[in-house]
């Protein structure tokens, strides 16, 4: 639960995420690859929580929703659960060095120029959308090449569709920008601010 670590570990954190290496003592140690973070955060709990800086919001690929499980699947919770936990029987499927091979593989998953220029487009937009009073860093314009070329390489095509793009900028773009008071009041939410951009913005021929 990210938001109830203390500022220090936060920027602790944030070193590793954004340089690859921690320090100590003024001594520093660089992270073996590959390197990943995986929070949670309550957004419903704010008592002992800090709030995340943006500049280590911008530096999380993804944020997913995970939201309540529907009747049947907290059913099979409970019958999962009775016994023991599932965490207790999972394996391990893979070597570091064949996740580092994939990433170089997805990084060489084709995107045409037409599409970069629609992927800088949906993040330029986001600076001048009246709802949001801060936009997307250029680092989300990389973040949403990557993902985008992800999900190509998952689907099993070389290249990157429109689709692509437009199925990963909500979970790439919208922690990463911040809607407006007035907007939030509203009922606004960075989620659908960024769906009703990308149904706006128009995608190449």
Sequence with gaps: EINRATPKTQ???????????????????????????????NPLEFEGTF?????????????????????????????????????????????????LEARA???????????QRYIALLVHTTREAPELARGASPRASLALQGVA???????????????????AAPAVLAHRVEVRTEARLGGLQAEGVISELVRYVPVPV
């Design 105 to 115: 593989l997805v990084k060489k998953i084709r995107i045409s120029p037409e599409l």
């Design 149 to 167: 070329q992800a999900l190509a390489a998952l689907d099993g095509r070389g290249f990157v569709l429109p689709d692509d793009i437009k199925k």
């Design 11 to 41: 920027s602790a954190l944030l070193e590793a995420m954004a340089e690859g290496q921690v320090s100590e003592s003024g001594v520093t140690h660089r992270l073996e690859q590959p390197f990943v973070v995986i929070a949670t955060q």
């Design 51 to 99: 709030r995340l800086p943006e500049a280590q919001l911008d530096r999380f690929l993804l944020k997913l929703s995970v939201g309540y499980p529907s009747l049947s699947e907290e059913v099979e919770m409970l019958t999962r659960l009775q016994e023991r936990h599932p965490i207790d029987d999972v394996i391990q499927v893979a070597e570091p060095s064949e996740l």
